[in-house]
């Protein structure tokens, strides 16, 4: 199993965010599906303001390059990407249109 984290901002908006917080309550069920068929085993998403935190657990066969492939054919997956966009906002320092960045472990207590 791998662990990936990564971050994204939203729009620093409190309805947007009730918003995006309440699709999350009741995500499709073709997303769900997706995120699973790529080899993502868990998946949690966690806020602090307008920042949000996500931890993937995924097989060992799980390639980030294989899901965006994908996704790019899946007509569900681009409708919710597209809706997304209305929350989100890129994290500073991040690429034209990336959304989530991958974040770099620097401490782990074993």
Sequence with gaps: ???????????????????????????????LASIKEAGIEQMEIYRTGNRLFMIMETDDHFNFEKKAKADAVNDKVQQWEELMWKYQQGLPGAKPGEKWVLMEKIFSLY
């Design 1 to 31: 199993m791998k662990r990936y984290c990564l971050a994204l901002d939203l729009a620093d908006d409190k309805q947007l965010i009730a918003e995006y917080e309440a699709h999350h309550r009741q995500v499709w069920p073709e997303i």
